[in-house]
């Protein structure tokens, strides 16, 4: 149980153009999902939270005019990655929590990499 | 500043010993700790949680050791397989209070367990 499922696996856009990310929890509902962006060898950086039916809130730092997140529904959440840059070649990670406690481990999709030209 | 530390970027073991794996903290007072491991190009996946009123916590071939004094989380593999190379992160929740808050996550520490 506690499946995320994130979509695509990978994407290669140019230099200007937008990414949509998906992630989606297949057994569960999550009013909130976490989105982590994670660079080589560097460790997992919280970029947002994304409440569902609400405005998502994001780490001080991420630019929330360019990662646009959308959670319209009880099982899916949206990452857009506008107007893309070479230095937002990442991997980006989805994650859920399939019970309100704070306490509940997360449960993470395969993630996105994400490589721009 | 806060910092959650693993103790090194890589540790290579011998087939059949016991892992350890360290996780310092410092300026967080955290009520749990998690534990998790993450495969190359794959998400992490649940391991361990343990909590601050507890010392010790086992699953398996697993054990966390959680010291609140010390402010420091042992993380052990006995027995150990090449099937467990892999990175393990420590992570802790930021805030004292309750919230749906991400967790913050260390570094890890990638484990290769040599036949």
């Known amino acids: 149980g506690a499946v995320v499922s994130q979509h695509p696996s990978r994407v290669i856009c140019k230099s200007g153009t937008s990414v949509k990310i998906e992630c989606r929890s297949l057994?569960?509902?999550?009013?909130?999902m976490f989105w982590y962006r994670q660079f080589p060898k560097q460790s997992l950086m919280l970029m947002a939270t994304?409440?569902?039916?609400?405005?998502?809130?994001?780490e001080q730092g991420v630019e929330k005019d360019k990662f646009l997140i959308n959670h319209a529904s009880l099982t899916l959440s949206t990452l857009t990655v506008t107007s893309a840059h070479p230095e937002d070649s990442s991997f980006y990670i989805c994650?859920?929590?399939?019970?309100?406690?704070?306490?509940?481990?997360?449960?993470f999709g395969n993630g996105t990499r994400l490589t721009v030209t | 500043s806060q910092k959650i530390e693993q103790n090194s970027e890589a540790l290579n073991i011998q087939e059949g010993k016991t892992a350890t794996l360290t996780c310092n903290y410092t300026?967080?007072?955290?009520?749990?700790l998690q534990w998790y491991r993450q495969d190359p190009g794959r998400g992490p996946v649940f391991l361990l949680l343990?909590?601050?009123?507890?010392k010790e916590k086992r699953k398996e071939r697993l054990k966390v050791t959680f010291d609140t004094t010390l402010k420091q989380s042992l993380f052990h593999i006995t027995a150990s397989q090449p099937a467990d190379s892999a990175t393990y992160l420590c992570?802790?929740?930021?805030?004292?209070?309750?919230?749906?808050?991400?967790?913050?996550f260390g570094k890890g520490t990638h484990l290769i367990i040599q036949p």
């Open positions: 300026n967080y007072s955290p009520a749990y």
């Open positions: 994650s859920a929590k399939p019970s309100r406690g704070t306490s509940s481990p997360l449960h």
């Open positions: 057994d569960f509902q999550a009013t909130t």
């Open positions: 994304s409440n569902e039916g609400s405005k998502a809130t994001y």
């Open positions: 343990i909590r601050e009123n507890e």
């Open positions: 992570a802790l929740n930021p805030s004292s209070g309750g919230g749906a808050d991400g967790l913050t």
